[in-house]
């Protein structure tokens, strides 16, 4: 075999590992009755790790959690949320029935964007401070949204020049509320970028508010 060959080989291997080990990218944190509806938690971009907690609290209230890596899903034009949908299904303690999605930031901001489109495997998207700059057509957002929204942004949210503006939220609603979609906002004036347990603007207020209106709204999205 030719140096040239074993190198493409060597590399093509290489990236067969790294793809299945980003495709395979997730952590179930299975509720306390066993097993439950899904949840799909997309991190933002600084990771999965950042994230266990929240993913924990959710799955205390009844619900089978998978934390995936949200860096994984962008640039996927909206595969990465199918792919990973489809992972969360088959996890040992999930029931079946369409799932919730939950994201934070960039994750948040792919779950908003793609994976509210989805309503035959999606009941309904939370999203906390997600990437909302990268959505222009503001109007073709409202009009492709299938599934309720419940968003939370932070006031003094400036993080990355803007990637995640209340402003830009508040635009979103509006159109979506103007199209007939259910598109809920809470803005927390005080909060920043991050304000998750954990997170480096870490806001107890907010996060406790937060994390109740999620609870409120995946007894919704879940409750058939």
């Known amino acids: 075999m030719s140096g040239f060959l074993r190198a493409a080989v060597f590399f093509g291997i290489v990236a067969l590992i790294a793809g299945a080990s980003i495709a395979n990218a997730q952590q179930e944190f299975p509720p306390p009755q066993g097993k439950g509806r899904v949840v799909v938690l997309a991190s933002g971009m600084s990771g999965p790790e950042h994230y266990k907690e929240v993913a924990s609290e959710i799955a205390k209230l009844g619900y089978d959690v998978v934390l995936f890596d949200g860096n994984a899903e962008e640039n996927t034009h909206g595969q990465g949320v199918k792919r990973d949908i489809q992972t969360a299904i088959t996890m040992p303690h999930a029931l079946p029935g369409k799932v919730a999605l939950v994201g934070f930031s960039l994750g948040g901001g792919e779950e908003l964007y793609w994976g509210t489109q989805s309503s035959d495997q999606v009941a309904g998207a939370v999203v906390w401070y997600p990437a909302n700059a990268f959505i222009r057509d503001i109007p073709g957002f409202a009009n492709r949204l299938a599934v309720p929204v419940v968003v939370f942004a932070g006031g003094k949210d400036h993080f990355r020049n803007g990637c995640c503006t209340a402003d830009k939220d508040s635009a979103l609603e509006q159109a979506s509320k103007a199209a007939g979609k259910s598109f ?21 207020k907010a996060y406790e508010d937060a994390l109740q209106k999620t609870a409120d709204a995946l007894k919704v999205y879940l409750s058939n």
């Open 184 to 204: 809920e906002l809470t803005v927390y004036p005080d909060a920043n970028h991050d304000f998750v347990k954990g997170g480096d603007h870490y806001d107890a």
